[in-house]
């Protein structure tokens, strides 16, 4: 039986090398700080917000390879206006930022996540992969349609990303995201941003399930749902993701909100400059012998062709250069095989800049 994925959240995946972070060391947060604040929400939800003091990070809950990092914070100057549904009640004061209380059922949900998100997806280098955008696993395989730039010597990227609700099947994921990637292969690091919808059990690890991310911002709380979302043929919700380098780390920027950095005793081949860089979709498929496609949703659930105002779009794409000088795509290519279940295209003009088509509904009569 399928069903509707209900949240569309802020998203941020921390993919290192080919290993995923131990989800049986999930962050004591909410257990050993005491919340200057909390704020119930008619979602359910719990919103705590925590001192900032950097000793009380997730990132710093025995974390190995994080010592004696400052917070910092410089945000770029955009404007845009969003929020998340705890915002109608009530806000995190200064000096704390705001979590997501982490439930029972989440936390058994993400004692038992499997290897295959961060397997599948490193497999795909955005290099001389146009001849497939599937990666099988044990738990079944992974579609994606996205756009990618050649390697190249990188030091952030950017996105205007609309947000739709979107039907996910039971164990079964959909991301719309940036990818900024270093190294290839058994060494490979990377960091992906931007917003899901999840029906899941199993899906991977993400936001502050592991220890790594330094959080700085009160106004967002990752994993919390977005209450306005794009309609078809109608009005547009869209936010601004951007990850750049910064002073102590790769810092992760939502409109003129840092919402906190990655630092970079966390990387072997992020430490200094990314070598590629991509936008698009990926969908989870739990068919593990890849022969049915399923009906999990990517980006609103239509293919391209169908326009702006009812596809999902990510414009005014640019990369930076050592300098955080922004630049448009230079020769950017499209990963796009599965094409009759998800699909891709890149156009650019003055409103949207370099921009993005992508999504599909998945199985169709073309796409058995």
């Known amino acids: 039986m399928e069903s509707m994925g209900l949240i569309c959240s802020l998203l941020m995946f921390l993919l290192i090398g080919m290993n995923l972070c131990s989800c049986s060391r999930l962050s004591q947060f909410d257990q050993s700080t005491t919340p200057v604040k909390s704020i119930e929400t008619s979602d359910g939800d719990v919103i705590d917000c925590v001192p900032s003091d950097i000793s009380n990070q ?10 004696n990092n400052d917070i910092q914070k410089r945000p770029f100057s955009v404007k845009k206006s969003i ?14 930022i705001a979590v997501k209380r982490t439930t029972q059922e989440e936390t058994t949900r993400a004692n038992s996540m499997k290897r295959f998100r961060i397997n599948s997806v490193q497999e795909s280098n955005f290099q001389a992969a146009s001849d497939t955008d599937t990666s099988s696993t044990s738990s079944g395989f992974e579609q994606s349609a996205a756009m990618y730039v050649d390697e190249g010597n990188y030091y952030g990227a950017m996105a205007t990303m609309n947000v739709w609700n979107l039907k996910v099947r039971p164990n079964e994921f959909s991301s719309s995201a940036i990818w900024v990637v270093g190294g290839s292969g058994s060494d490979q690091n990377m960091i992906i941003a931007g917003w899901h919808g999840d029906n899941f059990n199993s899906t991977g690890c993400y936001n502050l399930y592991c220890t790594g991310f330094v959080q700085t911002s009160n ?18 919700a869209e936010f601004d993701v951007i990850i750049y380098k910064g002073q102590f780390g790769w810092n992760l920027q939502l409109n003129d909100f840092i919402l906190g950095y990655w630092p970079f005793s966390l990387f072997t081949n992020l430490k200094s400059k990314a070598s590629w860089v991509a936008w698009g979709g990926l969908v989870f498929n739990s068919q593990i012998d890849g022969k049915q496609s399923t009906t999990t949703q990517m980006g609103s659930g239509h293919f391209p062709e169908e326009g702006i105002k009812r596809a999902s779009y990510m414009r005014h794409l640019q990369v ?7 630049r448009r795509l230079d020769s ?18 003055e409103l949207m800049g370099d921009f993005i088509l992508y999504g599909g509904p998945g199985r169709n009569p073309n796409c058995p």
């Open 219 to 236: 106004k967002f709380a990752l994993g919390a749902p977005f209450p306005t979302l794009s309609t078809i043929d109608g009005v547009q």
């Open 83 to 96: 929020t998340q549904s705890w915002h109608l009640d009530g806000s995190c004061p200064k000096g704390t």
């Open 332 to 349: 950017p290519k499209l990963l796009t095989a599965t094409a009759n279940c998800y699909n891709a295209t890149f156009a650019n003009n």
């Open 58 to 67: 997730p990132a710093f809950d025995h974390h190995p390879l994080i010592n």
């Open 320 to 326: 930076f250069n050592e300098t955080l000088y922004s």
